[in-house]
Structures are given as C-alpha cells and as structure tokens.
C-alpha cells in the first residue's frame, strides 16, 4: 500500500510537472510570438512607408509635369539645389530616389551637361533598403519629348 | 476518513491554480492598458495611410475609426528637425506624417484633396473634416467679401454624394440660421448658386446655432464677434481675421489660410491655444516650406531652360522656330522666383512681408501664364 | 489502472506541446506581405500608361507616340511611318517588344500581352474580328485555356482615341502580366 500512494504521489507529481511546464511553454511561445509580429510589423511598415512615399513622389509638384510623367529640367534643378537634409523635412528620414531612362549608358545630370544626360538621384546611401521599381515617363523640355524611363523609391532598413 | 494523498492533491491543486490566475490577471490588466493605447496609434497609423491614398490619388472618403475613442485632443504639429507628426494627448511621441493635412477630428471625418494653384506650381493638401454646418454672416455686401466667400467655398468639401456620411452643410445667417435651400441649409453647389443670384448684407449677429455649426462673419471692423470675424482683403489680397476667445491677429494672404482658421475654429487644448492657431501655424510653416522649395527649383529649371530657347533675333529671323519670344520671360520668371524662395518662410503674421508674398507670386504667376500663352511652358 | 492513466495524460501533453508547434510554424509561414498586390497593380497601370505615352522619335502625326503607333496598327496596319521602316503592324509590335524586353531586365520573370480591341465599334476583315495582341497570347483572359485561369494575372486598362474623316473611334488597350 505503502508503495502504491508512493507510485501514485510521483505519478501525480509527475503530471504537475508536465502541467507547469505546458504554461511555461506557453508563456514563452506567446512572448517569442509578440517578439517576432514586431519584427515583421517593423519590416511590413518599411515596405509600406517606401510604397506609400513612392505614390507621393509620383505627384509630387517638385519633380512632375503631371501625374508619373517627370520633367527633367526639375529633376536636374532639385539635384543641383536642393540638399538631401532639405528633402527630408517635406519627405522623411531614411529613403532614396533614383530615376532613369531605359538607355543603357548611365549619364548622371548637372546643369553643365544639361539636357544631354538620363539619370538623377537623391539621397543615394550605401545601406540595405526595401526598394520599388515604378515604370514613369520622362518629359525632355528642351527636345519636347516623352522618353520612358524607371524610378527607384527605397526606404533604408537601418535609420542613418 | 480522507485520505492523506487526497489532501495533497487539493493544496497542490490550489497552489497550481493561484499561479495560473496570478500570472493571467497581471497579464490582462497591462495588456489591457497597453492595448488600447497600442490600437488608439494602430487608429493614427491607419487614418495616416487612408490621407496618403486621398492626396496621392485624388478621390474623397470617409473616415469612422475615430469614433472607438477620444482623438479630440489630436493636431499636426511641425517639428525642427523632421516632418511634422500628429500629437495627441495619449500618446508619447507623434505620428510623422507628410502628406499636407488640414485637420479636425470628429466621430467621423471627411477626407478629400484641394490645391492652392500658384500657375507655376500646385501644391496638393488633404482636408479632414467633421461634421459641420458652416454659417456665413456677410455684413457687408462689397464686391471682395462675396468674391471671397465665393472663394471659400469653392475649397470647401462638397458632401452631396450619398455614399458620403459626413456632412458639412452651408448657410447664411442675419440673426437666425435663414437655410436658404429649401427650408434647409444647403449643399456646396447649392450655395454657391445663392451666392451668385443673391446679393444682401446681413444685419444681425448670428443667434440660435444649429449643432456643429461654425459662424464665419465678414465684416470691416471686428470688434464683437462669435466664431471668426474676416475683415476684407485691404492689400494685394492680403488681410486681417480673428477668432473669438483670443486676441491674435490672423494675416491671411491666400484662401487656405482662412481655411485653416475655419477647419480649426474656436476649440481650445489644455494649454488655452484655440485649434484654429494650431492649424493655422502648421499650414504656414509647412506650406511655405514647401513653396520655397519648389520656387527655388523652378528658378533654376527656368534659368537651365532658358539657355535653350531662341532669343529675340533669332525669332525675328526665323518666325516658325518654337518657344519664341520667351528668353526673357524665362530670366525675368527666375528672377522672381527666386524671390519668392527667399520670401516664401519669412513672417506669416506680418502684413507688410505677407502682401510682399503676395505681390511677388501675382507676379510670377502672370509671367508664368505669358509662358503658357507662347507655347513655351505648360499647365501643371 | 492509475499508473496508465498518468502516461496516457502524460503523453497528451506531450502531443498538444507537438501540435503547438506546428501551428506557430503554418501561422507564421502564412503571414505573407498583402502590399505586395497594391504594387503590382500599380507597376501594371504605370507601365501601360508610361509606354502609350512614349515618343517614337517619328515626327508623323500617325506614329509619334506608341498609342498613335499602335492606332496606326489597328487602322492602317500597312502603312509606312517612313520609307526604310517596317509597316505599322509590325513597327508597333518591334517596339513594344523592345520596351518590354527592357523592363523584363528591371521586373524580371513577368510575361505580358498587350492588346488593342475597338470600343463601341466593330472592326472586322473577311478573316474575323481585328485585334491586335503583341506578348503571350495564352495570357488572353477570353481564351478557354487561357493561363489567367490558372494562375494570377494583373490587369491594367488605357483608351486611345482616334479622329478619322471627322469620326471618333476610341480603342481599348489592354496590359495583362503574370509571373512566369
């Protein structure tokens, strides 16, 4: 008898045991679950961020002619004054845009080599970013024409 | 007789069961706070998205989630050093935003886009708007007050579509509501209409508010008023408003700033500042911001231009070249431009720089137009 | 008969821990990006948009743009912007392709088709109904074997318009794009 209470008290004990241990478990699953939502949601909200700010830039007065049709006389007069540091007080911290033609050859614009050039960048950093590519159009003042060309929009994954 | 073992299954039961309910009500009860602080900003983050799509493609919505808790205490304040960020009272830190929004909140919030065309430039901005009756109080029936309550409401919403729940009605007022539709105060395009058909000062202040009405007067001298008192433009378009229960002095030079008085109205925070400041402060920092930028590269894209563009010699001898008769506009246009990037952010509440402002974009808009008029530039 | 009772409850736990596993693996593999479809739809109308509105680098008022090119195409598939270029018809389809083949370089593994029906009217020769489809033809969504049944197809959507002897004609064009 003596024996069986013992067996049975180590059983019980035993299912305790399993018992704490299922709570712990789920205690520690539910807080490595919230810990990896928060990844994620911070990852979901920088590719939002550079999706959203990438609509803004379509229409924005600053770079447009009209609606995803970019003027490359502003393009190239943004680059050549307006600093970054400027930009990011209308835009926010922590993104990039880049846009070019679909030529092959890489022409960075200033205004000596104006309008004989076909890329523009601002903000350009050696960091990782979440990037999107958007097909637009390119309007050349000068020659009165619509060239097709792509703009990048990223925004960094680290804060710089 | 009860057994030994029984017992210490019952105390270890207990012991087992405190632990858990301990752990559980700790949990709940932070949670339960974090929680709703954590969806108030999960709110925020949303409306900031739904006024991104509104400004990026142009097409109105309405906006409830406001109505789970109290945002009344929420405004856009600019910052230093970055964008500017939606605050309210519970939350810590801002909520940055980019988008150009004009804010009030309410239970339900109407969203849409409107511009301030400067010819040379259109800045877009988003409007969010609570249910409102907006009463007009024209004391005086002169030309520039009706011009500029036509102008007003021109950059009002208009809620007529069905599928809109929020409404935002308009109506004049001379001692009582005088709902000039119909028995009813009126629809945007309504109003509009009984502003161009009729033409009558009111004689009486405004009594018997409907709910959520806003009172907007007009009048040359505003020494007693409820609401916002308007003085008409004295220069270059450029004039005086106040809003009851302070005693500053608003210089408006464009439609919006008046926009921004009436979208923020008379409520005031915990610090005795009226939301219409607020707003008004936010427009004139940001906006001017982002004008100076923009009359600073279109400056610079006029002066790139220009030396691409036939002077007046070639014209004369060669009639059938494109954009002629523009290489002077085009240096005069930067000039100027240039001018408003460096006038663009001085003092908001000074009338002397402000019908400079004024001055200087007529200017640059009407050499704009002279650019357009020769083929040489285009409508944005 | 007790001691059976606690492996076998012993046991249980062991498998619900099991299962708990596996549900936060499938919940967490199941947590995919949604924006992912907002900007392909956006990708698909921009591009449309971007290329309609492209300059040939012919001065003619038939095939300036690709939308007068491809209206070119659809109205007078032979006709010649210049001399020592190929018809319209095939003018307009070489051009495209090379666009495309571009942005391929940029989003890859995306095949398309472009498609250019008339709106509100009916063009027809002896042989059947014009249209003009430049691309994967299997992406065609009026196609019983169409791969848009199959598998995810984005869609984008542009008019041109067209005078002719004082008519107005307006044509639908069409960019469908699936991952290949």
């Known amino acids: 008898m003596r024996f069986k209470s013992q067996s049975n008290l180590m059983e019980y004990l035993l299912l305790i045991f399993f018992v704490v241990f299922i709570i712990v478990a789920l205690i520690l699953f539910i807080t490595w679950w919230q810990v990896t939502q928060l990844g994620m949601k911070k990852s979901q909200e920088i590719e939002d961020r550079a999706l959203s700010l990438t609509k803004e830039i379509l229409i924005n007065g600053f770079f447009v002619k009209e609606e ?33 033609t679909l030529d092959e050859s890489v022409i960075p614009c200033n205004e000596d080599n104006y309008p004989d050039c076909n890329y523009w960048e601002f903000c350009v950093q050696d960091n990782p970013a979440s990037i999107y590519a958007i097909p637009v159009n390119i309007y050349r003042r000068v020659q009165d024409r619509y060239d097709l060309g792509v703009l990048y929009v990223g925004v960094y994954y680290e804060k710089t | 007789m009860i057994e030994v073992y029984r017992i210490f299954q019952l105390i270890f039961g207990v012991i087992v069961s405190f632990f858990i309910l301990y752990f559980l009500i700790q949990y709940t009860s932070n949670y339960a706070g974090f929680q709703g602080n954590v969806l108030k900003t999960d709110i925020l983050k949303s409306f900031r998205d739904e006024v991104s799509d509104v400004y990026t493609t142009g097409v109105y919505t309405n906006f409830t989630l406001f109505s789970r808790y109290d945002f009344s205490s929420c405004a856009i304040n600019t910052t230093v050093h ?11 830190s801002g909520i940055p935003i980019t988008t150009p929004l004009l804010l009030c909140p309410g239970k339900r919030v109407f969203l849409w886009r409107d511009s301030v065309d400067l010819g040379w430039y259109k800045l877009f901005y988003v409007q969010a708007v609570p249910d409102m009756t907006l009463i007009f109080v024209p004391m005086d029936d002169s030309d520039e007050v009706w011009n500029l309550m036509r102008t007003l409401v021109s950059h009002l919403p208009d809620t007529s579509d069905p599928r809109i729940t929020v409404n935002i009605k308009y109506d004049f007022c001379d001692g009582e509501p005088l709902k000039v539709c119909g028995g009813s105060s009126c629809e945007k395009e309504d109003f509009l209409k009984v502003i161009e058909n009729v033409r009558a000062p009111s004689l009486r202040k405004c009594e018997h508010l409907p709910q959520r009405g806003r009172v907007i007067t007009f009048s040359k001298s505003c020494e007693s008023f409820e609401g916002i008192c308007i003085e008409p433009p004295l220069m270059s378009g450029v004039g005086n408003a106040y809003i009851s229960g302070t005693r500053r002095v608003f210089v408006y030079k464009d439609p919006i700033d008046l926009i921004a008085l009436i979208i923020g109205y008379t409520k005031k925070d915990v610090f005795g500042i009226t939301r219409a400041e ?44 494109k954009n002629c008769y523009c290489k002077d506009v085009y240096r005069e246009l930067s000039d100027v431009l240039h001018t408003v990037s460096q006038i663009a952010d001085s003092d908001y509440n000074s009338f002397q720089d402000m019908v400079k402002l004024s001055e200087t974009l007529s200017h640059a808009n009407e050499l704009y137009q002279v650019l357009i008029e020769r083929g040489c530039e285009y409508e944005v | 008969m007790k001691r059976h009772k606690a492996q076998t409850s012993a046991i249980l736990i062991i498998l619900v821990i099991v299962i708990f596993i596996g549900v936060a693996v499938t919940l967490l593999q199941l947590a995919k990006t949604v924006s992912k479809e907002e900007y392909i739809n956006l990708y698909t109308g921009n591009l449309l948009r971007s290329v309609l509105k492209t300059d040939t680098g012919h001065t003619q008022p038939e095939c300036r743009k690709v939308s007068d090119l ?24 070489e051009t495209i392709t090379n666009y495309m083949s571009k942005f391929d370089m940029i989003r890859k593994n995306f095949n398309y088709l ?20 430049i691309g994967d033809e299997r992406l065609d969504i009026r196609r019983g074997d169409s791969l848009c049944r199959k598998q995810r197809c984005w869609t984008a959507n542009d008019v041109i318009q067209r005078t002719d002897n004082g008519e107005q004609y307006i044509l639908k064009v069409q960019l469908i794009i699936s991952k290949r």
């Open chain 1, 68 to 100: 995803s049709v970019f003027d490359d006389g502003k393009l190239t007069a943004a680059n050549t004054t307006i600093k970054c540091e400027e930009l990011k007080h209308i835009l926010g911290e922590g993104w990039f845009m880049k846009i070019k």
């Open chain 2, 278 to 321: 607020r707003v008004f402060d936010y427009k004139n920092k940001f906006f001017s911001e982002m004008i100076s930028k923009a009359a600073r590269i279109s400056s610079e894209r006029m002066k790139l231009i220009e030396n691409f563009v036939p002077g007046q010699d070639e014209c004369e001898a060669n009639p059938g070249l």
């Open chain 3, 70 to 93: 491809l209206a070119c195409a659809f109205f007078t598939p032979t006709y010649r912007c210049s001399p020592e270029e190929p018809p319209c018809l095939e003018l307009a389809n």
């Open chain 3, 114 to 133: 472009f498609k250019v029906e008339s709106e509100g009217f009916i063009a027809a020769t002896d042989s059947g109904i014009i249209d003009i489809k």
């Open chain 2, 82 to 92: 970055g964008v500017p960020e939606i605050v309210c009272d519970f939350a810590v």
